[in-house]
Nanobody, 129 residues
């Protein structure tokens, strides 16, 4: 298990950018380093199901994106800092949601929510029109 903490959310106008961060928290003895896990970003808007946004492999060489964000968002990671990122450009009002990062030890990139075993508390992103 690993504890994850997201940050970087906020209010932005349509067309703007935000960068979300996901940090593995806790001392090394209480949680495995982030580098062991595939990382996914998901989002959930009020009244909607949680939606896959992006995922990245342990070393960062492979990425997958949801169809609605693939030309605008970039997922990355810095294992030395125990941190993953989601750079969001060209934001639209429909991107408004709580964004979560999650960790998977399944061994491959997955878009399936239930394949992720550790989740952060989420960070709110609001895009005004």
């Amino acid at each position: 298990q690993v504890r994850l903490v997201e940050s970087g959310g906020g209010l932005v106008e349509a067309g703007g950018s935000l960068r979300l961060s996901c940090v593995a928290s806790g001392a090394p003895l209480s949680g495995a380093p982030l580098s062991r896990y595939y990382i996914g970003w998901f989002r959930q808007a009020p009244g909607k199901e949680r939606e896959f946004v992006a995922a990245i492999s342990t070393g960062g060489s492979s990425t997958v994106y949801g169809e609605s964000v693939k030309t605008r968002f970039i997922i990355s990671r810095e294992n030395a800092k125990n941190t993953a990122y989601l750079q969001m450009n060209g934001l639209k009002p429909e991107d408004t949601a709580v964004y979560y990062c999650a960790a998977s030890d399944l061994g491959w990139i997955t878009e399936v929510t239930t394949n992720y075993h550790s989740w952060g508390q989420g960070t709110q992103v609001t895009v005004s029109s």
